[in-house]
């Protein structure tokens, strides 16, 4: 895969926290949720390097699991950056 530029890096590290967002809302009402935190660190040196962390706090009478939400999340939003890198920059 060639180098990325920062707009690149920027749009991908969009396209993963915004993913993440999709799928935890796919899976808990908006009214469950007290706070989220999502972030992507994307760099690019020899390969990409993705981390993608994400930080919820549900409330107490929500019947999801915190834990696996925030992992499940985590890997919907690294499928959906695969197919959105072999689409846009292979």
Same mark, same amino acid.
């Not at 999340?73 to 292979?90: G, H, P, Q, S």
């Given at each position: 895969? =060639? =180098?990325?530029?920062?707009?690149?890096?920027?749009?991908?590290?969009?396209?993963?926290?915004?993913?993440?967002? #999709?799928?935890?809302? !796919? =899976?808990?009402?908006?009214?469950?949720?007290?706070?989220?935190?999502? #972030?992507?660190?994307?760099?690019?040196?020899?390969?990409? #390097?993705?981390?993608?962390?994400?930080?919820?706090?549900?409330?107490?009478?929500?019947?999801?699991?915190?834990?696996?939400?925030?992992? !499940?999340?985590?890997?919907?939003?690294?499928?959906?950056?695969?197919?959105?890198?072999?689409?846009?920059? =292979?």
């Amino acid at each position: 895969m =060639r =180098r990325l530029t920062d707009e690149e890096l920027g749009k991908v590290s969009e396209v993963a926290v915004e993913a993440a967002e #999709n799928y935890i809302l !796919s =899976r808990v009402s908006k009214k469950e949720i007290l706070d989220l935190d999502i #972030n992507a660190d994307v760099t690019y040196e020899d390969v990409l #390097n993705v981390d993608i962390t994400v930080d919820i706090d549900l409330d107490e009478l929500s019947a999801a699991d915190e834990n696996e939400i925030a992992e !499940s999340a985590v890997d919907a939003a690294l499928k959906e950056l695969d197919v959105f890198i072999d689409e846009n920059f =292979r």
